[in-house]
């Protein structure tokens, strides 16, 4: 068995305490590891505390079942150990690496809202799969002059959530 199959079929339950002390070395609390996990995933604060202690979910099935994963989770990109994490092909290997990169990113003092990209998914009518304007639906080439949703003005081609009022 090599090294991604152990990761693969190591209980989540298994894994968690990683993140945790990871985070709680630069003072980080669970309820933020907690946070980052739901947001990555779609899971409720209730489904996540079951499975931590059930011990049975694998990580590869914690991250398949994964009842709503974010769609902004497709503009997490950097290096997690040595592997670039929007290139990685193995779609469980991907959401495991995005894990890592979001815990890697509150550890070093990313503010939250950076982590979970709220800059850019500010607008519930304008979140993206890409970071690309061209390739929002909603929007299209044009841009609109305010969130359909919050009425707030975008900034740079994608709705941030933090423009000016529209009237």
């Given at each position: ?31 933020e ?62 959401e495991?690496?995005y894990?890592?990169k979001?815990v ?16 850019i ?15 929002l ?28 009022r529209?009237?």
């Amino acid at each position: 068995m090599n090294t991604r199959d152990k990761i693969y079929n190591m209980p989540f339950a298994e894994a968690y305490p990683y993140l945790l002390a990871k985070l709680d070395r630069k003072g980080h609390t669970k309820a933020e590891l907690d946070r980052v996990i739901r947001w990555l995933t779609g899971y409720s604060p209730h489904k996540l505390t079951a499975t931590l202690k059930t011990h049975r979910t694998t990580l590869e099935a914690f991250f398949t079942q994964a009842p709503q994963p974010h769609p902004a989770r497709k503009l997490i990109t950097g290096v997690v150990c040595g592997e670039r994490v929007e290139d990685i092909e193995d779609p469980i290997w991907q959401e495991i690496r995005y894990l890592d990169k979001l815990v890697d990113e509150l550890a070093r003092g990313k503010a939250m809202d950076k982590v979970l990209r709220r800059e850019i998914t500010a607008c519930p009518k304008l979140r993206v799969a890409g970071a690309e304007q061209s390739k929002l639906p909603e929007i299209g080439k044009s841009q609109p002059t305010a969130c359909p949703e919050t009425r707030l003005a975008p900034r740079g081609g994608l709705c941030r959530g933090g423009g000016s009022r529209a009237g």
